[in-house]
């Protein structure tokens, strides 16, 4: 496993390690299961995923709806694929929740979407829905993101449904030994990678893809979703670009320290600084020592 937060280096990290040890790359990431997303999510591109085979990428059209226990599920079978080809499974990314709900084996809740009640939702305000959902589930708290308003609504679906949203987290962890790899950054260095990587998106067409996202009917969902970027594209298209890129930086960079919090909670993690000019090596040199397989 490589993880890090946005704009360490994790995936090229990921990409080398895999092309060293014959490995397939799982990409752990909320935003790029959607199709039409590329740019903003910062997709591998078509030459890396040549080098390398990915998975995760492109499972849904934007706009469907699409859950962690379905990212599971799809986790599982390329999990298989992959070693049923005999290859090394290389797992990278920067959702945490995501690599933790699989590595320690998450049984989640089936229970269905409630839309008459995600409609209601809509019009409430979201510190009004968070205080509704800590009144039924203070455990909540630990395991739902409480600034993303998707979140905090199906976890008041379920418990609506006669459930504690934290109870259905209950773990079964994999069998599978793992080689946790992570990337520390200094703050000053990764807000300027952070600032460089958001020029060159929208230098890059990020104001077309978006455009192109609402011109499908995507507008509101895109809001919803709160994917970092296409909200502040959304709301701040009389900025220029400069102007617009530090609003974006800025918003990362809060994405960033949520990452961090995350990353400094996971256990058994051998970390390496992000910056350091010899990175692959120091990492290959951990991982050629006696240990567990590298998932």
Not at 183 to 191: E, G, S, T, V
Request: glycine share 6%; with cysteine.
């Amino acid at each position: 496993m490589v993880a890090g937060p946005t704009a360490s280096g994790k995936s090229r990290l990921a990409l080398q390690l895999a092309q060293r040890t014959n490995g397939e790359l799982l990409c752990f990431d909320s935003t790029t299961v959607y199709r039409g997303l590329d740019i903003g999510t910062a997709k591998p591109t078509p030459e890396e995923r040549q080098l390398v085979p990915h998975h995760l990428l492109d499972l849904v059209d934007a706009g469907q709806e699409f859950s962690l226990a379905h990212f599971l599920s799809a986790a599982e079978e390329a999990m298989a694929k992959v070693r049923a080809r005999g290859r090394q499974p290389v797992l990278v990314g920067g959702t945490y929740l995501y690599l933790r709900a699989f590595l320690e084996g998450f049984q989640l809740s089936e229970v269905p979407p409630d839309e008459e009640f995600r409609q209601l939702a809509q019009h409430q305000p979201l510190p009004d829905l968070v205080e509704q959902l800590l009144a039924q589930d203070p455990a909540s708290a630990q395991v739902v993101d409480l600034a993303n308003p998707r979140r905090v609504v199906r976890a008041l679906e379920v418990c609506r449904s006669g459930r504690l949203f934290s109870q259905t987290y209950q773990r079964q962890p994999r069998p599978d030994s793992v080689r946790k790899i992570g990337l520390r950054a200094n703050p000053d260095w990764l807000k300027q990678r952070i600032q460089q990587r958001t020029v060159a998106m929208l230098a890059g067409g990020w104001r077309a893809e978006v455009d192109r996202l609402c011109q499908q009917g995507l507008r509101e969902w895109l809001l919803s979703m709160r994917f970092i970027g296409y909200p502040q594209i959304l709301e701040g298209q009389s900025m220029g670009d400069p102007e617009l890129a530090n609003t974006v930086a800025e918003a990362t960079w809060r994405l960033v320290k949520k990452q961090r919090t995350w990353g400094r909670s996971e256990r058994e993690v051998k970390w390496f600084a992000a910056d350091q000019a010899n990175l692959l090596e120091e990492v290959c040199q951990s991982l050629d020592s006696p240990g567990e397989e590298l998932i």
